[in-house]
């Protein structure tokens, strides 16, 4: 069982709909990461998050310890919200960073 | 400020040659880190350094060498490439490990 697992794979929507991609994992962490993967490749960090709640504009980032899963929720998504989203644990152990296979959102006029 | 700069962008080897992926960051960061993405897998590291003088080994070290002889610069080697090592490679920094790190542009390396 990998121990970081991004949903769903892929993700197309409409503007204006309210997106959520989720993240499970098995392993402690002493934080979680999502980033953002634009189409030319280039990668930009948007939340880290250790417990709770945080928000920065349309995106909303939450994480449940107990539950080990974290979820990233868009309003008002627009196309260029178009993106990769990579959730990253940081193993509470090791103190290396896991990453998530991604999520493919695809937001359409 | 230009962030973390990574050259070349693109870069097509022969097996057996040598080449050296540059990194640099000019936000004064600790932590360098190297990366491959391959297709249907997440990042996984390749080495770190936590420190100019300072490097080791991530998840997939074998077949490249890393130094830090300045706090700027992180260069990544392929000692002899092999089409196992075609990718797409970045580079990242942040101020010290656990921080929201700061991605490069990526170099797409195809060994043929």
């Known amino acids: 069982k990998n121990e970081v697992e991004q949903s769903p794979q892929n993700l197309t929507a409409q503007e204006g709909e309210f997106i959520t991609i989720n993240c499970s994992y098995s392993?402690?962490?002493?934080?979680l990461h999502w980033l953002q993967q634009h189409p030319g490749g280039g990668i930009v960090s948007l939340f880290m998050?250790?417990?709770g709640k945080k928000k920065h504009g349309r995106l909303i980032a939450t994480i449940n310890i107990q539950e080990k899963h974290s979820s990233l929720h868009i309003t008002a998504s627009h196309p260029r919200d178009s993106a990769v989203y990579i959730c990253?644990?940081?193993?509470?152990?090791?103190?290396?960073?896991?990453f998530g296979t991604g999520t493919r959102l695809q937001v359409f006029p | 400020n230009a962030g973390v700069t990574q050259t070349p962008k693109f870069q097509v080897l022969k097996t057996g040659q040598s080449m050296t992926l540059q990194c640099a960051q000019d936000?004064?960061?600790?932590?360098m880190s190297w990366y491959r993405q391959d297709p249907g897998m997440g990042l996984r590291l390749i080495h770190y350094?936590?420190?100019?003088?300072?490097?080791d080994q991530g998840e997939v070290p074998n077949g490249y060498n890393v130094s830090r002889s300045t706090t700027e610069d992180f260069p990544l080697r392929l000692l002899s490439a092999a089409p196992s090592q075609t990718s797409v490679y970045f580079c990242?920094?942040?101020?010290?490990?656990?921080?929201?790190?700061?991605f490069g542009d990526g170099t797409r390396l195809s060994i043929l």
């Open positions: 350094s936590v420190g100019a003088g300072i490097t």
């Open positions: 936000m004064n960061h600790e932590y």
């Open positions: 990242a920094s942040s101020y010290f490990v656990g921080q929201p790190q700061h």
């Open positions: 998050l250790s417990s």
């Open positions: 392993v402690g962490i002493s934080a």
């Open positions: 990253a644990l940081r193993n509470y152990n090791t103190d290396k960073l896991i």
